[in-house]
């Protein structure tokens, strides 16, 4: 089954509004990262967070490796934030990034 | 500006002809990767390379090779492309293979 479980896998929000992404892993992590992808194009890393809370901008981080799982907090939400957000956990140390299936935002005006 | 490359960004091959997909990182990392993304599969990681001449199998190895043979190249090559090898390919580096990955552009593949 999948390792990396992402909720929801799909969110419709007005331009303001906040969000908050659910990332689950079945495993034991060392670290975990969450991507942004734009339809089309590549990952762009959000943020690197073996543990704790992460912020930058707009974007909180939470990461609770005894629980497995990771939030990703968007507040005040813009068109632009529009695209998947994807989350993967590393596990051991092999450098393997294990990924889920994202979540599709979509920000209206 | 820590950047990945990689050529070509978009290629049409015919079945059983040879691919050559090609990264570059100016950073330094040692650690690279190849993954494909196929729609409802997500990313699937296909080689890691630890450093020159030290590359690891990933989750779906089979059909490709690969070869880095200075830090800052790591290419993937596919002998004999097959129709189910149609992807969009991206190549990933880090600095020590525990840190943050960053991905280059992907390269999109289609195998007639």
């Known amino acids: 089954g999948q390792q990396v479980q992402q909720s929801p896998a799909s969110l419709v929000l007005q331009e303001g509004e906040n969000a908050e992404l659910q990332c689950n892993f079945s495993t034991s992590l060392n670290s975990m990262q969450w991507f942004y992808q734009r339809p089309g194009g590549s990952l762009v890393s959000l943020f690197y967070n073996p543990s704790g809370t992460k912020h930058s901008g707009r974007l909180t981080s939470t990461t609770v490796i005894k629980e497995r799982r990771s939030s990703l907090h968007i507040s005040s939400s813009q068109t632009t934030d529009s695209g998947t957000y994807l989350c993967a956990f590393l596990t051991g140390n092999t450098g393997k990034l294990i990924f889920g299936l994202g979540t599709t935002l979509q920000v209206q005006p | 500006d820590m950047k990945v490359t990689q050529m070509p960004r978009y290629l049409i091959k015919r079945m059983g002809e040879n691919v050559l997909l090609e990264c570059g990182q100016d950073?330094?990392?040692?650690?690279m990767y190849w993954y494909r993304q196929d729609p409802g599969l997500g990313l699937q990681l296909i080689y890691i390379?630890?450093?020159?001449?030290?590359?690891s199998e990933g989750d779906i190895p089979k059909g490709y090779r690969v070869s880095r043979k200075k830090r800052e190249h790591f290419s993937l090559i596919l002998d004999s492309a097959k129709t189910n090898q149609t992807s969009v390919y991206f190549c990933?580096?880090?600095?020590?293979?525990?840190?943050?990955?960053?991905f280059g552009p992907g390269t999109r593949l289609l195998v007639l």
């Open positions: 390379s630890y450093d020159v001449d030290s590359n």
């Open positions: 990933a580096s880090s600095l020590t293979g525990v840190d943050t990955q960053y």
């Open positions: 950073m330094s990392h040692e650690t």
